[in-house]
T-cell receptor, first 114, second 114 residues
Framework: AQTVTQSQPEMSVQEAETVTLSCTYD???????LFWYKQPPSRQMILVIR??????QNATENRFSVNFQKAAKSFSLKISDSQLGDAAMYFC???????????FGAGTILRVKS | DAGVIQSPRHEVTEMGQEVTLRCKPI?????LFWYRQTMMRGLELLIY????????DSGMPEDRFSAKMPNASFSTLKIQPSEPRDSAVYFC????????????FGPGTRLTVL
């Protein structure tokens, strides 16, 4: 069964600094997608970034980038120039080919200090 | 587009009562997902539909839970009878089917069973 593990229940970062959130996953599939979702206090789930497993190049969206290590089954999220609005729960998620289903990690609470 | 619409946003009920949660997916999306979020279990998929047909209901916790999708623009998740352990946030999400399409989440319904 596919599982997603986020080993950091909580992280803190100073405003304007960089923080990295960790995620590992377990799968026997060769083709899949990985996602990072943000859940602010409003509860709304917001897609931050996604990575296709067959692509070697790490995905980037403005201040957000990933470090995808397929062999190690690792998918970390780097947030640069952290802003107060980045404070939220972040979920790592996995979707396998044709599965259409998302499997989520337990989440990491990110606190941003001013 | 209005996004995924869920109602009610909050529901407080007493143990043993029937609860119905409602979801309107984004127009044109043909996959619909129901998730439950709790502190203990995190985010877990309950059931998903493709073209109004239930594809995978393996996440439905027990027979007290049922879900329907009578047409492309409406779905319900019913709990009868409700129990205190059903207290959670229930999310509906929709996407285009096929491949790795982004799931768009509704704002969630916070259910409290007393």
């Amino acid at each position: 069964a596919q599982t997603v593990t986020q080993s950091q229940p909580e992280m803190s970062v100073q405003e304007a600094e960089t923080v990295t959130l960790s995620c590992t996953y377990d799968t026997s599939e060769s083709d899949y997608y990985l996602f990072w979702y943000k859940q602010p206090p409003s509860r709304q789930m917001i897609l931050v970034i996604r990575q296709e497993a067959y692509k070697q190049q790490n995905a980037t969206e403005n201040r957000f980038s990933v470090n995808f290590q397929k062999a190690a089954k690792s998918f970390s999220l780097k947030i640069s120039d952290s802003q107060l609005g980045d404070a939220a729960m972040y979920f790592c998620a996995y979707m396998w080919e044709y599965g259409n289903k998302l499997v989520f990690g337990a989440g990491t609470i990110l606190r941003v200090k001013s | 587009d209005a996004g995924v619409i869920q109602s009610p946003r909050h529901e407080v009920t007493e143990m043993g009562q029937e609860v119905t949660l409602r979801c309107k997916p984004i127009s044109g999306h043909n996959s619909l997902f129901w998730y439950r979020q709790t502190m203990m279990r995190g985010l877990e998929l309950l059931i998903y539909f493709n073209n109004n047909v239930p594809i995978d209901d393996s996440g439905m916790p027990e027979d007290r839970f049922s879900a329907k999708m009578p047409n492309a623009s409406f779905s319900t998740l019913k709990i009868q009878p409700s129990e205190p352990r059903d207290s959670a946030v229930y999310f509906c999400a929709s996407s285009l089917s096929g491949g790795y399409n982004e799931q768009f989440f509704g704002p969630g319904t916070r259910l409290t069973v007393l």
